[in-house]
């Protein structure tokens, strides 16, 4: 098979690199759909308005906690633990 020219090349990533795009909005709508899902079916909300207000009312406990336990993570650690958008290690 002969080998490709630069043009050739260039093109193929830049397709890889357009599927790997869609491969991470995908996977990320999926874990929003997901985390969406278990946090309604967790609270017994059928209401996404209802949803969405307990979610501001808990918004500020919630960041409290999290920064409480980043910084026990950077004490136990020494560095800042890093916190994974789609929850996976």
């Known amino acids: 098979m002969p080998k490709k020219n630069t043009k050739e090349q260039i093109v193929d990533i830049e397709e890889q690199i357009k599927r790997l795009r ?8 999926n874990s929003q759909r997901e985390i969406g899902k278990y946090l309604m079916e967790t609270w017994e909300v059928e209401d996404v308005n209802q949803a969405k207000d307990l979610i501001d009312m808990c918004k500020d406990q919630v960041i409290s906690l999290r920064e409480v336990s980043s910084a026990s993570n950077e004490n136990k650690t020494g ?11």
């Open 79 to 89: 560095k800042a633990a890093f916190i994974d958008p789609i929850g996976e290690s």
């Open 22 to 29: 869609d491969k991470q909005k995908r996977i990320l709508l």
